[in-house]
């Protein structure tokens, strides 16, 4: 046990969230205008007002939730090796995606990452 009792093997650990409260986030934030998630309904984005970033359908197991946490406060912790190609990168070499944190309430964030995390595409939805 290390000093102030933090383990030798101690990492964070996200609050648990809920999925459906973080797909209204995902909503209120408009993460649409920029995520597909393909089997999910969203409002119409006009074409010239759509960005560009990853479709999200398959996300359930590919990632801890607190990846996807780390996602959203720092989108350019973890940078796709094909990003640039992709166009999710600005002229400075930096993700498109803003961070969200002066956002996002802790609540929110772990919402939104669980939501991320329950995405398993149509064939075997994880979320009402």
Known sequence: ???????????FT???GNPV???KSFVELECYKCHEVKGETFPEVAKENKGIGPELSQMAGIHPVEFFAESIMNPNAVIDPDAEKKGYLGDDGKSK???Y???LTVKQLA????YLASLK??????HP
């Open 101 to 103: 944190n002066d956002v």
């Open 97 to 99: 995606m803003p961070n």
């Open 21 to 23: 409260e973080g797909r």
């Open 121 to 126: 595409g149509q064939a075997g939805k994880a």
């Open 1 to 11: 046990m290390a000093e102030h009792g933090m383990s030798a093997d101690w990492k």
């Open 111 to 114: 919402d939104l990452a669980a």
């Open 14 to 16: 996200l609050p648990q």
